[in-house]
T-cell receptor, first 113, second 110 residues
């Protein structure tokens, strides 16, 4: 079954803690993206990657970091520098950057305790 | 990234009424995509428009791309309760970096 998976579904973070959100795809897509969704805000781009070992900042990259060591994996770390991390995080992938359909994972809801 | 305005933010309709959401950009777009997100779910691709003046239909949904490639609309005829959700447009300009509109939340009253 081809698709994109994210884990965990819910994640709780304590103040000052870094947490990593997992994103895996078996669609053989080159491009991958991370979005943050807040109520009434739509989807805002955090980071994107066109190919392995390359990634670029999106509109709201501060307080986040990513890696792209494998084509199928694009983990997102929410660092302690991100002061308002509570949100719904969505990972997506596409064949090439923005020109093709983006397929989304089920998302991870991050809550700060 | 590209700037895009999507209106309205919310729309309440009675089941059977029509619904339209609009996306507007101040610059020319390379393409526009439309997605639907059900409550508690993730966005799902509906369609992509590329050509100036393009019109595409999917059953009760009609998608249009403006002649100047700066605006687009999604129209649903005779809404049903299954149409409930938030509809997003996603645009990209010359850089191909995607930008999503804020979405229009459709609420259908039976």
């Amino acid at each position: 079954d081809g698709g994109i998976t994210q884990s965990p579904k819910y994640l709780f973070r304590k103040e000052g803690q870094n947490v990593t959100l997992s994103c895996e795809q078996n669609l053989n897509h080159d491009a991958m993206y991370w979005y943050r969704q807040d109520p009434g805000q739509g989807l805002r781009l955090i980071y994107y990657s066109q190919i392995v070992n390359d990634f670029q900042k999106g509109d709201i990259a501060e307080g986040y970091s990513v890696s792209r060591e494998k084509k199928e994996s694009f983990p997102l770390t929410v660092t302690s520098a991100q002061k308002n991390p509570t949100a719904f995080y969505l990972c997506a992938s596409s064949m090439v950057l923005a020109r093709e359909t983006q397929y989304f994972g089920p998302g991870t809801r991050l809550l700060v305790l | 990234g590209q700037q895009v305005m999507q209106i309205p933010q919310y729309q309440h309709v009675q089941e059977g009424e029509d619904f339209t959401t609009y996306c507007n950009s101040s610059t020319t777009l390379s393409n526009i995509q439309w997605y639907k997100q059900r409550p508690g779910g993730h966005p799902v691709f509906l369609i992509q428009l590329v050509k100036s003046g393009e019109v595409k239909k999917q059953k009760r949904l009609t998608f249009q791309f403006g002649e100047a490639k700066k605006n687009s609309s999604l129209h649903i005829t005779a809404t049903q309760t299954t149409d409930v959700g938030t509809y997003f447009c996603a645009v990209s300009g010359g850089s191909y970096i995607p930008t999503f509109g804020r979405g229009t939340s459709l609420i259908v009253h039976p």
